[in-house]
């Protein structure tokens, strides 16, 4: 069946670092490719979406690319901000429902 | 945002009560899920509708009820709570149309039992 495997946290960076998260994943046929976030306390948000090979998704300074010779989908930002403190999760479209990584934890130090 | 509400927010129950959250949804969407989350599992879907009266399973459904008479409202109900079901409860709502299934969060339901 489908599924995605994203790096396990947690991940502590200093402030204007840079940021990879890795994702891969598994599925058949040509799946949407997401990223959300999860800030403490909250609901996930949408972060980040690519729909096809090729695409670049984008939001907020953070990007992905959907790779579909490596099955891949990292997660990418030049330069975190305390701000991004935060679980990010990585996820495919398998039909109707949606298929998650584990999540990573960042945490940002000033 | 999307216009999702749950109720309630937080909720401490003892075990062997019945217990429904309930999701609102103001988009019209025609998906509703229900997720647990808890820590070392991320995010595991318990049921979830594809129309109103129609539902089906998830990975985590043993334990659980839902029930869907109106597009706007999914209800996911313990009938009988146990200490494992202590979760954090998360609604979703996604449409076919657009980016297919791209789903919006609602802002969880903590849930305890005791």
């Known amino acids: 069946g489908d599924s995605v495997t994203q790096m396990e946290g947690p991940v502590t960076l200093s402030e204007e670092a840079f940021l990879t998260i890795n994702c891969t994943y598994t599925?058949?046929?040509?799946?949407?490719l997401f990223w959300y976030v999860q800030y403490p306390g909250e609901g996930l948000q949408l972060l980040l979406k690519a729909t096809k090979a090729d695409d670049k998704g984008s939001n907020k300074g953070f990007e992905a690319t959907y790779r579909k010779e490596t099955t891949s989908f990292h997660l990418e930002k030049g330069s975190v901000q305390v701000s991004d403190s935060a679980v990010y999760f990585c996820a495919l479209a398998g039909g109707e429902k949606l298929v998650f990584g584990k999540g990573t934890k960042l945490t940002v130090n000033p | 945002d999307a216009g999702i509400t749950q109720s309630p927010r937080h909720k401490v129950t003892e075990t062997g009560t019945p217990v429904t959250l309930r999701c609102h949804q103001t988009e019209n969407h025609r998906y509703m899920y229900w997720y647990r989350q808890d820590p070392g599992h991320g995010l595991r879907l318990i049921h979830y509708?594809?129309?109103?009266?129609?539902?089906d399973k998830g990975e985590v459904s043993d334990g659980y009820s839902v029930s869907r008479s109106k597009t706007e409202d999914f209800l996911l109900t313990l009938e009988s709570a146990t200490s494992s079901q202590t979760s954090v409860y998360f609604c979703a709502i996604s449409e076919s149309t657009g980016v297919p299934y791209e789903q919006y969060f609602g802002p969880g339901t903590r849930l305890t039992v005791t």
């Open positions: 599925a058949t046929g040509y799946p949407s």
């Open positions: 509708s594809y129309g109103v009266k129609d539902t």
